[in-house]
């Protein structure tokens, strides 16, 4: 059986960024491998996300990135406000009524959304 073990983020400094998202998911670094591999862990995120030094960042759009829930109890302004003043860049509200999510750059400039609650 295979099973989605990690996610992984390919960035110039990995402990950095290891640290903004364990402290925005409410998580951890479980391990730090002299900072050029962290992998972080969270209670309410199935799988580790894995951030990982790299000499050259891969330029254009990321082809893969996190999708992430609000819950139905957490105000979308208030969402967007906090995660702006945590170091994220809001990039925009996409989709439509019924279906839409909100895009933003972690600081290391890779995408995510967090979407509307379903």
């Known amino acids: 059986m295979i099973r989605l073990g990690m996610i ?3 960035t110039a400094d990995p402990r950095p960024l290891a640290a903004w998202w364990a402290e925005r998911l409410d998580g951890e670094i479980v391990e730090d ?6 992998i972080v862990r969270a209670p309410e995120v199935p799988v580790a996300l894995g951030f990982q030094r790299v000499e050259e960042i891969a330029p254009g759009k990321n082809r893969m990135h996190l999708d992430l829930d609000r819950s139905p109890d957490v105000d979308r302004e208030q969402m967007v406000a906090e995660w702006v ?7 925009g509200r996409r989709g439509e009524q019924g279906f839409s999510w909100d895009t933003f750059a972690d600081p290391a400039g890779n995408e995510f959304c967090i979407g509307d609650p379903h």
């Open 8 to 10: 992984t983020v390919d």
């Open 33 to 38: 491998a002299d900072g050029w591999f962290c």
């Open 85 to 91: 003043d945590a170091g994220a860049v809001h990039l």
